[in-house]
């Protein structure tokens, strides 16, 4: 493909995507009052109700709970590839400490009745 296709596929592209955008916001219904709801739920509080509701803190320690993990399974992946470049035992021994970090983490929340869904 020569550079002059390439130009007019991306100004076709271009324009009909502005086509698409124009149109959608013409036949969008924005009121008032559909303002706040657009704004974001914000820790499980209502953005609609006038009086801010006490805090929840089991919410609190679920979401907590679920950063920890998310942040743990970006650590395990390297773990992955670690491991053809480095020594058996050691990359054994490095995997057993990190997943006993996550176990003695998994086993204290559920102690601590962190885990359990009642309200």
Known sequence: MNTNSIFLMNTILF??????MLISIILAKKTYFDREKSSPFECGFDPQSPNR????LHFFLIAIIFLIFDVEIVLILPLIVSFSHCNFITWILTSLFFFMILLLGLYHEWNSNILKWTI
């Open 15 to 20: 324009i009909i995507t502005n086509i698409m």
């Open 53 to 56: 509701m006490p805090f929840s």
